[in-house]
DNA sequence: GAGCACTGC
């Protein structure tokens, strides 16, 4: 009876119905018993004319898609799954590219779970914004709503959900981890699912953490794992809520094409030499089809392009009857996305009508590899190497290196070259390589970052031992304590690491804790309007634009903006020009400026004000520029006491404070001076190591307002140290004369010795 | 006298 099921009874009595026959035919979801449900229920209420969430009829649209779904690997799994998900709290599901487990399964959760009928949601993590955007609304097109309505998504900057009606919500793995920062137990969900974990994003990699232990808190929740990979039993031993048990795995084919793969017979010592070899030599003697290369970075991409290019034409030239023209494209996520939509162009067309036909080579960066998908690719070309950040936390520093790629990131790359029709991958390293050198997974970032954000985050999630937290990788300890260290001295944890009311409050910004303290102690140096657009610039891309055959040209219009005593101020004064002239793209174009970054710091900007006034941050500003910009600079010192570095000599080197790594002033550097002491944003090691976006600092801001850091007597000895003793001396030496009635005030500060340059 | 791989809040 309609009565005995209790997620009929929010219905009112009309829509309950009176006997079973009467309630079936008005209550598409009739009999079903939450987390009993079956696969032979759910396929019948797919065919009803009635949409059993809205209760609206269904579209012609939505039994076209229907149609289209039903071939899914994943449809025809459905009872396997709904039996395994009535039998377990936490699933691991492994689907290959093409078995539908993004779109479907979350729908399957939503059909068992029921979660419109008691007010819970079911959640789906993506590690990117895009994909939680699109998935939710092709999803919503199959369940014939409107996108923000039952099915929603969230995003940063971007709510598409109607609390109160949203059941399904796709959302970035950053967003979740937010949300659990202030409801630890994840109370509006009733079933939450993980994709895209293979990727081990930081966001995705604490969250399965979280979620581990909440399984045990809160029995009624449900938990899926999605994988691509077949490392899936890693995260089933992992989730194994029993010791030596392991979650079920449930397993879908994919749907791919076959792609044969390649390997060189020697390593080959050049790889971009031999990668424009093998595109030439495809575009030669293979059949029709476009070629994706994998390169590392900007410009070994754009350098190739011109090399390609030029060698290609020669071809042409040479044998106009056998070799078709050949189309060179750049991708990287640095190009504006005007350039980046080339890729979509279709390939040149044969030069006379019965011609060799044309060809279009995609030269890209990772990106390809899982961001973007461009179809019609059947060669790809893969010399094995791409650049990843590693973390070193005895100098914490991150620097991008170039690296060789792990197997599953190999077989994603040729795995591109299946999505249309069978293909072929090119391997520039050798099967034996490929078999004894390459790592079975890419390292988790866990393990390759600085970890001093989500040490708050975690600290904020309650987490009291980070050391024993149950990660899927436990990050080195060192890298762990590195991140207490600098939260114990930006006063975010006590002594005895417990979160202070600062470090709860700089928990809430989206920021690295060096920025959100500079906030929040911005308006106690009358200045926190201005940090707040600093901070803001900071968190963007770069936005100064160096065109390779315009470099003079935009380094002058840099130089106009540029304030003399520091990159921070600079970046303020480029933001500030840029409101003035009213956010115009043709004066962030006459610049050298990158119209996008700037926008998105207007918005980082707006997110963060909100956050500032939500905890009464007050934003404040002084109208005397020469005092706001010192005043700036102090209260940098209070964000980046951490990032010093002394001059050593004549020779423009620096020594970093306490590290002590000879490092050097970057190119891009706008100072015009070499002063003393600088505080800096940036350390990063190509050519050379160099500190990037620096200001000038005295070492009197030092003592004063990173007291406990720069404790004279708890330095290594060096020129360093006795440089710090010399300013503490000289202030002794002052008090003292004062104390005597002597005054020799003035001449003792060395900001009256310097020459005040302004712009 | 260099370079932002890629995401995310």
Redesign the pocket.
Same mark, same amino acid.
């Given at each position: 009876m309609a009565g005995d099921n209790p997620y009929l009874a929010h219905l009112p009595p009309h829509q309950r119905g009176v006997g079973p026959s009467n309630a079936a035919a008005k209550e598409p979801l009739y009999g079903f018993m939450p987390r009993k449900v079956k696969g032979e229920q759910v396929r019948k209420a797919m065919e009803q004319d009635i949409n059993p969430f809205t209760k609206q009829p269904l579209s012609a649209q939505y039994k076209k898609i229907l149609e289209v779904r039903k071939k899914l690997p994943v449809y025809a799994k459905m009872d396997e799954f709904f039996q395994m998900f009535s039998e377990n709290q936490i699933i691991v599901m492994v689907g290959e590219t093409g078995s539908g487990k993004t779109t479907q399964i979350p729908q399957f959760v939503a059909y068992s779970d029921l979660p419109h009928t008691r007010g819970k949601l079911v959640a789906c993590t993506q590690?990117?914004?895009?994909a939680a955007m699109s998935v939710a609304k092709r999803v919503a097109d199959e369940m014939d709503v409107q996108l923000g309505r039952q099915v929603g998504y969230s +995003?940063?900057?971007e709510d598409m959900t109607e609390p109160g009606t949203t059941f399904l919500k796709y959302m &970035? %793995?950053?967003?979740l981890? $937010?949300e659990a920062m202030n409801d630890p137990d994840l109370t509006r969900y009733s079933t939450i699912i993980l994709d895209e974990a293979h990727e081990r &994003?930081?966001?995705t990699d604490i969250l399965m953490g979280l979620l581990k232990s909440l399984a045990k808190r809160r029995s009624d929740l449900k938990i899926i794992v999605m994988s691509a990979t077949l490392d899936a039993l890693k995260f089933q031993k992992y989730f194994g809520l029993a010791t030596d048990t392991a979650a079920p795995l449930f397993k879908v084919p994919g749907r791919t094409h076959p792609v044969e793969v390649f390997y060189t017979q020697e390593p080959e010592p050049d790889y971009v030499e031999a990668a424009i070899r093998t595109v030439l030599m495809i575009h030669r003697a293979e059949e029709p089809g476009d070629i994706l290369l994998f390169l &590392?970075?900007?410009?070994e991409i754009e350098d190739a392009c011109r090399k390609i290019k030029l060698e290609a034409d020669d071809l042409v030239n040479q044998d106009p009857d056998s070799v078709g023209p050949l189309m060179c494209i750049p991708l990287?996520? /640095?190009l504006p996305p005007s350039q980046q939509q080339r890729i979509f162009d279709p390939p040149p067309t044969a030069r006379t009508p019965d011609g060799p036909p044309g060809r279009k080579v995609v030269v890209s &960066?990772? +990106?390809a590899e899982t /961001?973007l998908t461009i179809d019609g690719i059947v060669y790809v070309v893969d010399p094995g190497f791409?650049?990843?950040?590693v973390y070193n936390p005895r100098i914490r520093v991150e620097s991008?290196l170039v690296s060789p790629i792990s197997k599953a990131s190999a077989q994603q790359r040729a795995g591109r070259a299946g999505r249309t029709r069978p293909g072929k991958c090119f391997r520039l390293y050798t099967e034996k390589d490929f078999m004894s050198e390459l790592e079975e997974q890419t390292y988790p970032e866990i393990l390759r970052s600085n970890l001093s954000?989500t040490v708050l985050e975690l600290v904020k999630l309650g987490i009291k031992d980070l050391v024993r937290f149950d990660y899927v990788d436990a990050p080195a300890p060192e890298t762990l304590m590195r991140a207490l260290e600098l939260l114990n001295y930006l006063a975010a944890l006590d002594d005895e690491g417990n979160l202070t009311p600062l470090g709860a409050i700089m928990a809430e910004f989206?920021?690295d804790p060096q920025l959100s303290k500079l906030l929040i102690v911005s308006p106690e140096f009358k200045c926190s309007n201005e940090m707040l657009t600093i901070t803001s610039m900071m /968190? !963007?891309?770069?936005v100064w634009i $160096?065109p390779a055959n315009q $470099?003079r040209e935009a %380094?002058a219009a840099k130089q106009m903006l540029t304030v003399p005593d520091g990159d921070h101020l600079t970046l303020l004064n480029v933001y500030n020009q840029y409101v003035l002239n009213k956010h115009d793209k043709n004066w962030a174009w006459t610049n050298y400026l990158s119209q996008r970054a700037l926008m998105q710091a207007d918005n980082v900007r707006a997110q963060l004000q909100r956050t500032m006034e939500k905890f009464d941050v007050d934003l404040v500003s002084l109208s005397d520029e020469r005092k706001l910009y010192i005043n700036i600079r102090q209260a940098l010192v209070c964000g980046f006491f951490m990032q010093v570095a002394h001059k050593e000599g004549e020779k423009g080197n620096y020594l970093t404070v306490k590290d002590n790594q000879v490092v050097a002033l970057?190119? /891009?550097c706008g100072l015009d001076s070499q002063p003393e002491w600088v505080i800096f944003n940036e350390f !990063?090691l190509?050519?050379?190591p160099?500190i990037r976006t620096v200001s000038d600092v005295k070492a009197e801001w030092l003592l004063d307002y990173a007291t406990n850091y720069f404790d004279v007597a708890s330095f290594p000895d060096g020129e360093t140290k006795r440089a710090l003793q010399r300013v503490v001396n000289k202030r002794a030496g002052k008090a003292a004369a004062r104390l005597d009635g002597g005054s020799r005030e003035g001449s003792a500060d060395p900001r009256d010795k310097k020459k005040r340059k302004k712009q």
């Amino acid at each position: 009876m309609a009565g005995d099921n209790p997620y009929l009874a929010h219905l009112p009595p009309h829509q309950r119905g009176v006997g079973p026959s009467n309630a079936a035919a008005k209550e598409p979801l009739y009999g079903f018993m939450p987390r009993k449900v079956k696969g032979e229920q759910v396929r019948k209420a797919m065919e009803q004319d009635i949409n059993p969430f809205t209760k609206q009829p269904l579209s012609a649209q939505y039994k076209k898609i229907l149609e289209v779904r039903k071939k899914l690997p994943v449809y025809a799994k459905m009872d396997e799954f709904f039996q395994m998900f009535s039998e377990n709290q936490i699933i691991v599901m492994v689907g290959e590219t093409g078995s539908g487990k993004t779109t479907q399964i979350p729908q399957f959760v939503a059909y068992s779970d029921l979660p419109h009928t008691r007010g819970k949601l079911v959640a789906c993590t993506q590690p990117r914004r895009v994909a939680a955007m699109s998935v939710a609304k092709r999803v919503a097109d199959e369940m014939d709503v409107q996108l923000g309505r039952q099915v929603g998504y969230s +995003i940063r900057f971007e709510d598409m959900t109607e609390p109160g009606t949203t059941f399904l919500k796709y959302m &970035t %793995d950053g967003m979740l981890l $937010r949300e659990a920062m202030n409801d630890p137990d994840l109370t509006r969900y009733s079933t939450i699912i993980l994709d895209e974990a293979h990727e081990r &994003t930081l966001a995705t990699d604490i969250l399965m953490g979280l979620l581990k232990s909440l399984a045990k808190r809160r029995s009624d929740l449900k938990i899926i794992v999605m994988s691509a990979t077949l490392d899936a039993l890693k995260f089933q031993k992992y989730f194994g809520l029993a010791t030596d048990t392991a979650a079920p795995l449930f397993k879908v084919p994919g749907r791919t094409h076959p792609v044969e793969v390649f390997y060189t017979q020697e390593p080959e010592p050049d790889y971009v030499e031999a990668a424009i070899r093998t595109v030439l030599m495809i575009h030669r003697a293979e059949e029709p089809g476009d070629i994706l290369l994998f390169l &590392t970075g900007e410009e070994e991409i754009e350098d190739a392009c011109r090399k390609i290019k030029l060698e290609a034409d020669d071809l042409v030239n040479q044998d106009p009857d056998s070799v078709g023209p050949l189309m060179c494209i750049p991708l990287y996520s /640095s190009l504006p996305p005007s350039q980046q939509q080339r890729i979509f162009d279709p390939p040149p067309t044969a030069r006379t009508p019965d011609g060799p036909p044309g060809r279009k080579v995609v030269v890209s &960066t990772n +990106i390809a590899e899982t /961001s973007l998908t461009i179809d019609g690719i059947v060669y790809v070309v893969d010399p094995g190497f791409s650049k990843q950040k590693v973390y070193n936390p005895r100098i914490r520093v991150e620097s991008l290196l170039v690296s060789p790629i792990s197997k599953a990131s190999a077989q994603q790359r040729a795995g591109r070259a299946g999505r249309t029709r069978p293909g072929k991958c090119f391997r520039l390293y050798t099967e034996k390589d490929f078999m004894s050198e390459l790592e079975e997974q890419t390292y988790p970032e866990i393990l390759r970052s600085n970890l001093s954000n989500t040490v708050l985050e975690l600290v904020k999630l309650g987490i009291k031992d980070l050391v024993r937290f149950d990660y899927v990788d436990a990050p080195a300890p060192e890298t762990l304590m590195r991140a207490l260290e600098l939260l114990n001295y930006l006063a975010a944890l006590d002594d005895e690491g417990n979160l202070t009311p600062l470090g709860a409050i700089m928990a809430e910004f989206p920021l690295d804790p060096q920025l959100s303290k500079l906030l929040i102690v911005s308006p106690e140096f009358k200045c926190s309007n201005e940090m707040l657009t600093i901070t803001s610039m900071m /968190s !963007v891309p770069n936005v100064w634009i $160096r065109p390779a055959n315009q $470099r003079r040209e935009a %380094d002058a219009a840099k130089q106009m903006l540029t304030v003399p005593d520091g990159d921070h101020l600079t970046l303020l004064n480029v933001y500030n020009q840029y409101v003035l002239n009213k956010h115009d793209k043709n004066w962030a174009w006459t610049n050298y400026l990158s119209q996008r970054a700037l926008m998105q710091a207007d918005n980082v900007r707006a997110q963060l004000q909100r956050t500032m006034e939500k905890f009464d941050v007050d934003l404040v500003s002084l109208s005397d520029e020469r005092k706001l910009y010192i005043n700036i600079r102090q209260a940098l010192v209070c964000g980046f006491f951490m990032q010093v570095a002394h001059k050593e000599g004549e020779k423009g080197n620096y020594l970093t404070v306490k590290d002590n790594q000879v490092v050097a002033l970057h190119p /891009s550097c706008g100072l015009d001076s070499q002063p003393e002491w600088v505080i800096f944003n940036e350390f !990063v090691l190509t050519t050379r190591p160099y500190i990037r976006t620096v200001s000038d600092v005295k070492a009197e801001w030092l003592l004063d307002y990173a007291t406990n850091y720069f404790d004279v007597a708890s330095f290594p000895d060096g020129e360093t140290k006795r440089a710090l003793q010399r300013v503490v001396n000289k202030r002794a030496g002052k008090a003292a004369a004062r104390l005597d009635g002597g005054s020799r005030e003035g001449s003792a500060d060395p900001r009256d010795k310097k020459k005040r340059k302004k712009q």
